[in-house]
């Protein structure tokens, strides 16, 4: 159990996890609420991308404020919930 602990403690760990989560939550909203049978492959690739830059930014800027995951986690949730609205209310 220590271990596992451990092992979710990482910060690269805990940005996959939610990277991975928003990508099944747009799946699972674009299938079940839009009738869609995929996600199109730019709006799957955003959360994708987003921790493709916390990588960036932590690597260039470890400590600063910008460079946590805590930051970049909530820009991978706002981002999912803002292509979540844009699909419902725009499309």
């Known amino acids: 159990m220590r271990k596992l602990i451990e092992f979710l403690r990482n910060d690269h760990i805990q940005a996959a996890l939610v990277s991975g989560l928003c ?13 869609m049978a ?10 994708a991308l987003a921790f493709t830059a916390w990588e960036v930014f932590n690597a ?20 999912t ?7 419902l209310y725009f499309m």
Request: cysteine-free; hydrophobic content about 60%.
């Open 38 to 47: 995929d996600v199109p492959a730019m709006e799957a690739a955003v959360p």
């Open 23 to 35: 990508i099944i939550i747009l799946a699972l909203f674009f299938k079940k609420y839009l009738h």
């Open 81 to 87: 919930i803002a292509i979540i609205v844009r699909r």
């Open 60 to 79: 260039k800027h470890r400590g600063k404020w910008f460079a946590r995951p805590l930051f970049w986690n909530s820009i991978m949730l706002l981002i």
